[in-house]
């Protein structure tokens, strides 16, 4: 189901939108969803250095319990 949007732009780029339109014979609103789909389907989210490093250190393997977990961690740093 389409529903109404109101944008407020400066005005350049109003123009530039209308140009882009005529050229691309798209109307602007097929050209802002477009560009909306495109950004969802990226899904990308500015992630911490630390926990982008973490990203995906699971995958493709079953995550370890609680128990599991703090056990590793004690033999890791108790040595």
Same mark, same amino acid.
């Given at each position: 189901?389409?529903?109404?949007?109101?944008?407020?732009? @400066?005005?350049?780029?109003? @123009?530039? $939108?209308? $140009?882009?339109?005529?050229?691309?014979?798209?109307?602007?609103?097929?050209?802002? &969803?477009?560009?909306?789909i495109e950004l969802k389907s990226q899904n990308t989210v @500015?992630?911490?250095? @630390?926990?982008?490093?973490?990203?995906?250190?699971? &995958?493709?393997? $079953?995550?370890?319990?609680?128990? &599991?977990?703090?056990?590793?961690?004690?033999?890791?740093?108790?040595?």
């Amino acid at each position: 189901m389409n529903r109404k949007l109101t944008l407020s732009l @400066d005005s350049n780029l109003i @123009d530039f $939108a209308h $140009a882009f339109s005529r050229k691309s014979n798209k109307p602007i609103s097929k050209i802002v &969803e477009n560009y909306f789909i495109e950004l969802k389907s990226q899904n990308t989210v @500015d992630l911490p250095r @630390d926990l982008e490093e973490l990203y995906g250190i699971f &995958e493709g393997m $079953a995550i370890p319990d609680k128990k &599991e977990l703090r056990r590793m961690f004690h033999e890791k740093h108790s040595n």
